[in-house]
């Protein structure tokens, strides 16, 4: 089973040694560099463009099986952007803030998860959220499908400065 994301490039080597009956030890190995065409998941994430430092937002993943058979073992893994605090998420993780264990997903399946925190950061900092969809062999993540977006600190669409100081007829304010 060829594994990787769509357009990646993965090689493939394979080993053939025999014996003929005089016990000379034959070997035969060949290469192959595959491009993958097609991608067996179609990923949907849903970031806010901009957001304001501290502000709470939402990341929405919508994933959909797009082969003819079904996955047995499907997991979805989040890679949060630093700054990023988790709050919760519909359905919830199963194994930390960022791992859900989906399971068997029918060929044409579909589903969602919804992830609520806050995000801060510098004013004009860009922070960048991925999500993959795949399996785990040997402690290993293998994806089928992966997607990231970036979302920009903006300055809070509001901001009051007040100057006070004493005048001849009492206290002055500046409002921004």
């Known amino acids: 089973v060829v594994v990787g994301t769509k ?3 993965v090689r493939a080597t394979a080993e053939l ?3 003929s009956a005089g016990a000379t030890a ?3 190995k060949t290469d192959a560099v595959l491009r993958i ?5 179609f990923l949907n994430l849903e ?3 901009r957001a304001v430092g501290g502000e709470r937002i939402v990341y929405l993943l919508k994933y959909e099986n797009t082969a003819p058979h079904a996955f047995a073992g499907t997991q979805v893994k989040m890679r949060y952007p630093e700054g990023f605090t988790f709050s919760g998420a519909e359905p919830a993780p199963t194994e930390g803030e960022n791992f859900w264990d989906i399971g068997e997903v029918a060929a044409g399946g579909k589903g969602r998860i ?7 950061g510098a004013e004009g900092d860009t922070k960048r ?6 399996f785990m062999r040997e402690d290993r993540f293998f994806p089928y499908q992966e ?4 979302t920009v600190i903006s300055p809070p669409p509001l901001s009051v400065t007040i100057d006070v100081g004493p005048t001849r007829r009492g206290i002055t304010g500046t409002f921004n």
Not at 129 to 134: F, R, W
């Open 7 to 9: 357009n990646s490039i």
């Open 17 to 19: 040694t025999y014996r």
């Open 26 to 28: 034959f070997r035969k």
């Open 37 to 41: 065409a097609d991608a067996a998941f």
């Open 47 to 49: 970031v806010p463009q």
């Open 114 to 120: 919804a992830i609520s925190g806050t995000l801060n």
């Open 129 to 134: 959220v991925k999500a993959e969809i795949g």
């Open 147 to 150: 997607i990231f977006f970036d």
